[in-house]
């Protein structure tokens, strides 16, 4: 029995198509239980920040699929460190065999926001003793449909990396792999062909088959909605300014600058293997994805980008 949570965000949504397609016994782990019964699979609530509701989630799961909410504009440590950890604990104590987490690229000790906060929780993971597979994503092509925080007000698309190329993914392929993981050879039904470890103690940088600038970006999205797209850049600085005017903490607003610093200086640009060699095909292109998600992309900037 696999758990999935965050069933009901950009990953999980398409984890959860991907098990019934297979037709791999899990449940999905949810707060909003209306949200849930949407997904037509088996449900059960329980909240990470809510420790005692994590147990009876884990009753019966032998593998679990671990993701949660990303940096949140809060001082100290970040919540997802004393959520993940939680979980963490309660798949140990159910006797959970295999946790397939979702990591973040460029992970590492001392990193800003989800950098460090994800190294943290992989770390705990390691020395927890359970079985692991970790997942580092980088960018969401998703973020360019339903983020409309990523366009100016006039409709604008931003560019915050100085005109860097990012190997952005699709979700569907990070729960591809994930599902790949999840199913591998060791007591399921095994609709994978992995071998060796089956991904046990290995972490995966995942990235779509491309990198492109924002420039490029805009010239696939205005093809797609068959209107011109612009783009205008934004210095990390002038980022920074712009969320503390919004009441954003100093601090969280910094730490967004300096990432944007880091990919504009080419940290995200680099592609890999890692979804070809987990599922046995290409990642989706830029352009594959916007067709595949046409009707959303419609939908999510119908006020933007016009």
Known sequence: MILVTGATGSIGTHLVRLLQEKEVAFKALVRD???????????????????????PAM????????????????DGEQPMVRQQKAAIDAARAAGVSRVVKVSVSGAHR???????????????????????????????????????????????????YGGAPVSY???HDIAACAAALL??????DEPYELTGSGGLGETYELTGPQALTCAEVAQELS???GRTVEHAELSPD????????????????DDLAELSRQVASGSMAATTTAVRDLTGREPRTFGEFLRANAEALRTGLASVAR
């Open 183 to 188: 199913t591998a050879p060791g007591g399921l």
């Open 110 to 160: 001392g990193g800003r926001l989800a950098q460090g906060a994800h190294w943290e929780i992989e770390e705990y993971l390691k020395a927890s003793g359970l079985g692991w597979s970790m997942l580092r994503p980088g960018g969401f092509m998703q973020n360019f449909v339903t983020g409309t925080a990523a366009f100016t007000a006039d409709g604008k698309l931003l560019d915050v």
């Open 223 to 225: 093809a797609a909605l």
């Open 59 to 74: 009753e019966g799961v032998d593998r679990l699929f671990l993701n949660a909410g990303g940096a949140q504009p809060v």
């Open 238 to 253: 002038e980022l920074a300014a712009g969320l503390r005017a919004q009441g954003l903490p100093a601090g969280f607003a």
């Open 169 to 171: 993914i699709d979700c």
């Open 33 to 55: 239980e209306v949200k849930g019964r949407a997904l037509g699979c088996d449900i059960v609530t329980g909240d990470f920040d809510d420790p005692g509701s994590l147990a």
